[in-house]
């Protein structure tokens, strides 16, 4: 592994997210919110606005925010697609892998090795996620069938990209489903993660803005209070409510 980003990841996370208060305070803001970020976003994705072939997939709980004013400001359709990210313990927010509706699981073997995480660490995580996996899907699609994504294009939404894990586990998991192209696009990205999807595949990678020193996608938002089951559903019956609307 690279000595320099072992290093980092030492710092980060072996003396706390950041080296001192004083740092983080000098962050200033970019986004009031997910609902400015999106509109953010969606300025970059207008290519694929008012086409059929398009859906936006967003992934929940942040990211349906954010992905519910793409697909409006874009007319689009929308769903959600529910992946877990598998948090550090004691510094969720940091990512080492992730898991995906299908089984699909990614692990960041370079982060595991770096911060010294055993097994049987990284087992009670997955478990615990794939839980909270299942419920996600059980309370959010109320027994829908899932899009069909064969020949479109997907756009997948988050709020952002820090270690790009969890977009890791949901692009793995969207090509077995066959679509056209798939399209990454947050908001704001570490500039190393936005890079590693443009390396795919039938991949784009859309980040609005990389910010460097990067740190954590939260710090970029005004307001990046957790965003609800109750917002998610209310979101998501409003985007139905939209498509059903635009097809009379």
């Not at 911060?115 to 899907?137: F, H, N, Q, S």
């Amino acid at each position: 592994m690279d000595s320099k980003r072992e290093t980092r990841l030492a710092r980060l996370f072996r003396n706390g997210i950041c080296e001192s208060k004083k740092q983080l305070m000098q962050f200033t803001p970019i986004f009031n919110d997910r609902i400015d970020a999106g509109k953010a976003l969606a300025r970059d994705l207008v290519q694929y606005a008012n086409r059929d072939d398009v859906i936006v997939l967003a992934l929940p709980r942040g990211g349906v925010p954010v992905g519910y004013v793409v697909a409006q400001e874009l007319h689009v359709s929308m769903d959600v697609f529910v992946v877990r990210k598998l948090g550090v313990p004691g510094h969720e927010e940091f990512g080492f892998g992730a898991i995906a509706s299908g089984g699909i699981q990614f692990v960041n073997e370079e982060v595991v090795q770096a911060l010294r995480m055993p097994d049987t660490m990284v087992e009670r995580v997955v478990e615990r996620e794939k839980a909270e996996l299942e419920r996600r899907e059980r309370s959010y699609r109320d027994d829908r069938p899932e899009p069909i994504l064969t020949g479109r294009t997907v756009i997948i939404v988050d709020d952002g990209l820090a270690t790009g894990s969890t977009m890791h586990a949901a692009v793995t998991a969207l090509k077995a489903r066959d679509p056209k192209l798939i399209v990454v696009a947050v908001p704001v990205a570490s500039e190393q993660a936005c890079e590693e999807f443009k390396r795919e595949a039938d991949v784009m990678s859309v980040c609005a803005v990389t910010p460097e020193p990067f740190y954590g996608v939260g710090m970029w938002y005004k307001d990046f209070s957790q965003t609800t089951d109750d917002e998610v559903r209310q979101l998501l019956n409003s985007a139905r409510a939209s498509a059903t609307a635009g097809s009379k």
